[in-house]
């Protein structure tokens, strides 16, 4: 039990790793063609998370509630 709150405490004190909010920052917003997107968060459905279906009618990117990934529609003028 000792070691492994000393290795949690070293996990958490770790600044050199980027935390996963700023991981999934640096994946740029996804292009959809459409209104609504249903975000999965992977292919794989083991992988993923429940389906969220996200409106996109505004013009800042809509994110998921569970993995983070932006969404934008994409237009086509």
Do not use: W
Request: glycine residues 6%; proline residues 8%; charged residues 25%.
């Amino acid at each position: 039990m000792f070691f492994s709150l000393i290795l949690e405490k070293k996990l958490i004190c770790d600044t050199s790793k980027k935390s996963p909010m700023e991981l999934i920052n640096e994946v740029p917003p996804i292009k959809v063609e459409g209104r609504i997107v249903a975000c999965e968060g992977d292919t794989n459905p083991s992988l993923g998370h429940p389906i969220e279906f996200i409106c996109l009618d505004l013009h800042e990117p809509a994110v998921c509630k569970y993995c983070g990934l932006r969404y934008v529609q994409d237009h086509h003028h």
